[in-house]
């Protein structure tokens, strides 16, 4: 049975930094590619950044770009978010998210992946 569990939302304020975890377990973790989800009430899941078995070609969205970074441990089974300079607009639930098969990597929409964690809330302040 595929578990991801994630960790490290809260409240925070404007500028602050905030590192997610997402512990994985009933497959193999070095093999499969991760992803971080955010979701509104009433809007799509959105891809946030994405990382390949081998942490080469990462992906992040644009409005992750040079404020986030996604990385793993592949000895832990541990994807982890870290986001810094927030803003009140990164407010979201975030998922991590990892495909159904192994050395399948996608940077597009939520329907290519089909394990989620139950999210964690990330709360921004102005």
């Known amino acids: 049975q595929v578990q991801l569990v994630e960790s490290g939302g809260g409240l925070v304020q404007t500028g602050d930094s905030l590192t997610l975890s997402c512990v994985v377990s009933?497959?193999?973790?070095?093999?499969?590619?991760m992803a971080w989800f955010r979701q509104t009430p009433g809007k799509e899941r959105e891809i946030v950044a994405a990382?390949?078995?081998?942490?080469?070609?990462?992906h992040y969205a644009d409005s992750a770009q040079g404020r986030f970074t996604i990385s793993r441990d592949n000895a832990k089974n541990t994807v982890y978010l870290q986001m810094n300079n927030l803003k009140p607009e990164d407010t979201a639930t975030y998922y991590c998210a990892t495909p159904d098969r192994s050395y399948y990597y996608a940077v597009g929409g939520s329907y290519e992946y089909q394990y989620w964690g139950q999210g964690t809330q990330v709360t921004v302040s102005s």
């Open positions: 009933g497959l193999t973790f070095s093999t499969y590619a």
């Open positions: 990382i390949p078995w081998r942490s080469d070609r990462i």
